[in-house]
């Protein structure tokens, strides 16, 4: 029961790596449109793929319901994500504690985002007419920026689909945040799946910095993973740092 509840756990909250998308009709302002809106959308998310590496270090923790339940996963994981442009990622663990149930997940999470950025397949979960109907929510200020948001209706019933909101940058058109339930579950185990994804320019580079996934997971309870970023490493920094080390190995 561990074993299979543990599985469902893994995938479930693995398919937090996703999207979504919108319909055509005019906004409140009456001065876009909703048609106008999903096509700056969907020309940035195409737009926006980095053209130089760059290193992340990402703190993931993992928390049961009920931490003295010996079935509940407490876990505190830190990864270090690196990115090479068009498609070349990589990742290793540099610190875990607690459960090895969260390390197994990161791991999951992290081999999912190393494949879909070498094969390039990302399209299945982007905010594209593809994969979703839209319809105009309002208007909102996020971090102190003012945004679109959309309701994101998934067209098909799948694992990396989100069905829920979207908050677009008005001045960008850049994704912000993301929040809802997974389209489906990948198991019966899983009741239901919430998440919540942040994202913000980093030295130039939009990327996610914030995650949260909270799995109903039946028999053994809720369980809640989070992700931030701890430092952010350009491709000149990266270097900069490997020389000094290197100049110091040197000195006697």
């Not at 893994?10 to 996703?18: E, F, K, W």
């Not at 270090?57 to 990864?79: F, H, Q």
């Not at 929040?179 to 489906?184: L, R």
Request: hydrophobic share 40%; charged share 25%.
């Amino acid at each position: 029961m561990e074993a299979v509840s543990r599985r469902a756990l893994t995938i479930g909250i693995s398919a937090v790596i996703l999207c979504s998308t919108l319909v055509a009709q005019e906004t409140g302002r009456g001065t876009v449109s909703l048609n106008s809106l999903i096509d700056a959308l969907e020309k940035t998310q195409t737009a926006i793929h980095p053209q130089v590496s760059y290193q992340v270090i990402r703190e993931y923790r993992l928390v049961g319901a009920n931490p003295l339940n010996s079935d509940s996963a407490n876990s505190d994981v830190v990864a270090e994500v690196n990115f090479s442009p068009p498609g070349r990622k990589d990742y290793r663990i540099r610190k875990s504690l607690g459960s090895k149930r969260g390390e197994q997940v990161v791991r999951r999470i992290l081999e999912q985002e190393v494949e879909a950025a070498s094969h390039g397949n990302q399209a299945q979960a982007a905010l594209s007419r593809d994969n979703y109907n839209f319809n105009y929510v309002g208007e909102a200020t996020l971090d102190s920026q003012p945004c679109y948001v959309l309701e994101l209706s998934p067209k098909r019933k799948e694992i990396n689909l989100v069905s829920g909101k979207v908050w677009i940058d008005q001045r960008s058109f850049l994704v912000r945040q993301i929040e809802g339930e997974v389209a489906k579950t990948p198991s019966w185990w899983l009741k239901k799946v919430r998440v919540k994804l942040t994202f913000a320019d980093l030295d130039g580079v939009w990327l996610q910095t914030g995650m949260e996934a909270v799995a109903d997971v039946r028999v053994v309870g809720t369980h809640t993973l989070t992700s931030r970023i701890l430092d952010y490493r350009s491709a000149d920094e990266i270097a900069l740092t490997r020389t000094l080390l290197r100049s110091a190995d040197r000195k006697p």
